[in-house]
C-alpha cells in the first residue's frame, strides 16, 4: 500500500479508500440486505491489508452501512483508520436536524466522533440551503464538542459551484468524481488545482466511473491489449487518478474479496507522478476511443434551454452518449422512464425547431430526440 500526507493534517493515508456503499449484499424477505458477517470480514481485511480511510454515508445500502461499519470497526479496528460519513443535506429541515441526524450516525457507528464529517453531494442548491439553516455554524459547533474533526463535502455541480463552495468556507478536504473521462466534469482540474491553492486536500470518488471503465467494449480493451505494459482497465484508471499529487485517498466500492484482493494489488504500485509519457499516451488513447463511441456531438453548452415543451435536451443527449460509450441501454432506458415522469423526454418534442436555431453545433436536433424516445422506450438495436 502507498501512503501520502493527507494535507496539512500531520498524518498519512493509504491510496486507496474503503467505499461502503457497494458491500456484500443477500436476499433476506425478497429484498437485498449486507451480508453482514461478509462486509465486515472485508472491511477488515481491507483495513489488514493497508487501508487506512473509511467512507460510509447516511442513505447507502439504505441506511445499514453505517450500522455494518460500526460492527467492523470494533476490536481495536477504529484506531487504525479515518472515518468519514455524510451529513444528508435533503434530510435536513431544520438546524436542529443537524445535531439529530449526526448524533444518531455517532450512535450507528459506535463511535464518539468521526474524523471526516461532509456535507453530502453538494450542488447549487443543495450549497444554499446548507447555508441558510446555519450549517457552518454546525460544523462549527461540532467540531468544538468534539463530535467530528475535520468538516468537509462531497459535490456534484458544475465547476463554477464548486468555486463558490470551496471558497465559501475553510474546508478541510473535499470529494470530488474524477477519472480520465472526466478531467473536466464538474470541479475537474481546474477544481483540483483551486482546492490545493485553498489548501483543501481532495477524495476522489467514481474513479472507475461507477464501474463502467472496468467493463471496456472489445474496441477499447483492443488498445489496452496492443500496449506493451499489460495491466487492467481497472489498474489503469486507479493509476490515472493515483498520478495526481493533489489527490490524497482514491475511494473503490469493493463488493466481494476478488476485488478487493485486485485493489490492494493494483494501490501496492499507484505512485504521485508514476506514469510514464507513454502511459499518458494510452490513457489519452482510451479517451480518445470512449469520445468516438459517443454518436451526438453534443457539448452541453445548454443554448438549446429551455426547450417549450419542457423537454431536457442535453440530459438526454447526455444519458444516450453514456449508454453508446458502455453499451449500458437499460440504465438508459431506466432514466427515460425518470424522464417521462416529470414530462422532460423526448417525446414531448414538438419538431417546432427553436432549440436547433440556437446549437453552436448545428445538430439535428430534432431526429436525435427521436432517436434518443425510441432508444429509451424501445431499447437500441
Same mark, same amino acid.
Given at each position: 500500500?502507498?501512503?501520502?500526507?493527507?494535507?496539512?493534517?500531520?498524518?498519512?493515508?493509504?491510496?486507496?479508500?474503503?467505499?461502503? @456503499?457497494?458491500?456484500?449484499?443477500?436476499?433476506?424477505?425478497?429484498k437485498?440486505?449486507? &451480508?453482514?458477517?461478509?462486509?465486515?470480514? *472485508?472491511?477488515?481485511?481491507?483495513? /489488514?491489508?493497508?487501508?487506512?480511510? $473509511? &467512507?460510509?454515508?447516511?442513505?447507502?445500502?439504505?441506511?445499514?452501512?453505517?450500522?455494518?461499519?460500526?460492527? #467492523?470497526?470494533?476490536?481495536?479496528?477504529?484506531?487504525?483508520?479515518?472515518?468519514? %460519513?455524510?451529513?444528508?443535506?435533503?434530510?435536513?429541515?431544520?438546524?436542529? &436536524?443537524?445535531?439529530?441526524?449526526?448524533?444518531?450516525?455517532?450512535?450507528?457507528?459506535? =463511535?464518539?466522533?468521526?474524523d471526516?464529517?461532509?456535507?453530502?453531494?453538494?450542488?447549487?442548491?443543495?450549497w444554499?440551503?446548507?447555508?441558510?439553516?446555519?450549517?457552518?455554524?454546525?460544523?462549527?459547533?461540532?467540531?468544538?464538542?468534539?463530535? $467530528?474533526?475535520?468538516?468537509?463535502?462531497?459535490?456534484h455541480?458544475?465547476?463554477?459551484?464548486?468555486?463558490? $463552495?470551496?471558497?465559501?468556507?475553510?474546508? =478541510?478536504?473535499?470529494?470530488?468524481?474524477?477519472?480520465?473521462?472526466? %478531467?473536466?466534469?464538474q470541479?475537474?482540474?481546474?477544481?483540483?488545482?483551486?482546492?490545493?491553492?485553498?489548501?483543501?486536500?481532495?477524495?476522489? @470518488?467514481e474513479?472507475?466511473?461507477?464501474g463502467?471503465?472496468? !467493463?471496456?467494449?472489445?474496441? $477499447?480493451?483492443?488498445?489496452?491489449?496492443?500496449?506493451?505494459?499489460k495491466?487492467?482497465? =481497472?489498474?489503469?484508471?486507479?493509476?490515472?487518478?493515483?498520478?495526481?499529487p493533489?489527490?490524497?485517498?482514491?475511494?473503490?466500492?469493493m463488493?466481494?474479496?476478488?476485488?478487493?484482493?485486485?485493489n490492494?494489488?493494483?494501490?501496492?504500485? =499507484?505512485?504521485?507522478?508514476?506514469? %510514464?509519457?507513454?502511459?499518458?499516451g494510452?490513457?489519452?488513447?482510451?479517451?480518445?476511443?470512449? !469520445?468516438?463511441?459517443?454518436?451526438?456531438?453534443? %457539448?452541453?453548452?445548454?443554448?438549446?434551454?429551455?426547450?417549450?415543451?419542457?423537454?431536457?435536451?442535453?440530459d *438526454?443527449?447526455? /444519458?444516450?452518449?453514456?449508454?453508446?460509450?458502455?453499451?449500458?441501454?437499460? !440504465?438508459?432506458?431506466?432514466?427515460y422512464?425518470?424522464?417521462?415522469?416529470?414530462e422532460?423526454? #423526448?417525446?414531448?418534442?414538438i419538431?417546432?425547431?427553436?432549440?436547433?436555431?440556437?446549437?453552436?453545433?448545428?445538430?439535428?436536433i430534432?431526429?436525435w430526440l427521436?432517436?434518443?424516445?425510441?432508444?429509451?422506450t424501445?431499447?437500441?438495436?
Open positions: 500500500m502507498q501512503y501520502v500526507p493527507f494535507g496539512k493534517l500531520g498524518f498519512d493515508i493509504s491510496r486507496l479508500g474503503f467505499g461502503c @456503499m457497494r458491500l456484500p449484499t443477500v436476499e433476506a424477505d425478497g437485498k440486505a449486507v &451480508d453482514v458477517p461478509r462486509a465486515m470480514a *472485508l472491511i477488515r481485511a481491507g483495513i /489488514d491489508g493497508g487501508i487506512t480511510y $473509511i &467512507d460510509t454515508a447516511w442513505p447507502y445500502h439504505g441506511g445499514e452501512s453505517e450500522n455494518v461499519v460500526g460492527l #467492523a470497526l470494533r476490536d481495536g479496528y477504529r484506531e487504525r483508520v479515518k472515518l468519514a %460519513t455524510k451529513l444528508p443535506c435533503w434530510a435536513v429541515k431544520e438546524r436542529r &436536524d443537524m445535531d439529530r441526524i449526526l448524533d444518531e450516525q455517532l450512535k450507528k457507528l459506535q =463511535v464518539p466522533f468521526v471526516f464529517y461532509l456535507l453530502h453531494a453538494l450542488d447549487k442548491e443543495r444554499e440551503k446548507m447555508k441558510a439553516l446555519g450549517a457552518l455554524e454546525f460544523l462549527e459547533s461540532a467540531v468544538k464538542d468534539g463530535r $467530528i474533526r475535520y468538516p468537509s463535502f462531497s459535490f455541480d458544475e465547476y463554477q459551484v464548486f468555486e463558490e $463552495i470551496i471558497t465559501g468556507y475553510d474546508w =478541510v478536504m473535499a470529494q470530488i468524481q474524477f477519472n480520465y473521462l472526466d %478531467t473536466e466534469y470541479a475537474g482540474l481546474r477544481g483540483m488545482a483551486l482546492a490545493k491553492e485553498r489548501g483543501a486536500s481532495l477524495v476522489v @470518488m474513479p472507475l466511473r461507477g463502467a471503465l472496468a !467493463r471496456p467494449s472489445a474496441d $477499447i480493451q483492443a488498445i489496452i491489449d496492443a500496449y506493451p505494459e495491466r487492467s482497465a =481497472v489498474e489503469w484508471a486507479f493509476r490515472f487518478v493515483g498520478d495526481y493533489e489527490v490524497a485517498t482514491i475511494l473503490s466500492g463488493s466481494d474479496e476478488e476485488q478487493l484482493a485486485d490492494l494489488r493494483i494501490f501496492d504500485g =499507484v505512485k504521485v507522478g508514476g506514469l %510514464t509519457e507513454a502511459d499518458k494510452l490513457i489519452a488513447e482510451l479517451k480518445a476511443g470512449y !469520445r468516438r463511441r459517443m454518436p451526438i456531438g453534443c %457539448t452541453a453548452c445548454r443554448y438549446c434551454q429551455p426547450c417549450p415543451m419542457g423537454v431536457v435536451i442535453p *438526454l443527449f447526455g /444519458d444516450y452518449n453514456e449508454a453508446s460509450m458502455f453499451d449500458d441501454w437499460g !440504465r438508459m432506458r431506466r432514466h422512464q425518470g424522464y417521462i415522469k416529470e422532460q423526454d #423526448a417525446g414531448r418534442c419538431q417546432c425547431g427553436a432549440c436547433e436555431e440556437q446549437c453552436p453545433q448545428h445538430l439535428p430534432r431526429d427521436e432517436t434518443v424516445h425510441k432508444a429509451g424501445e431499447g437500441a438495436e
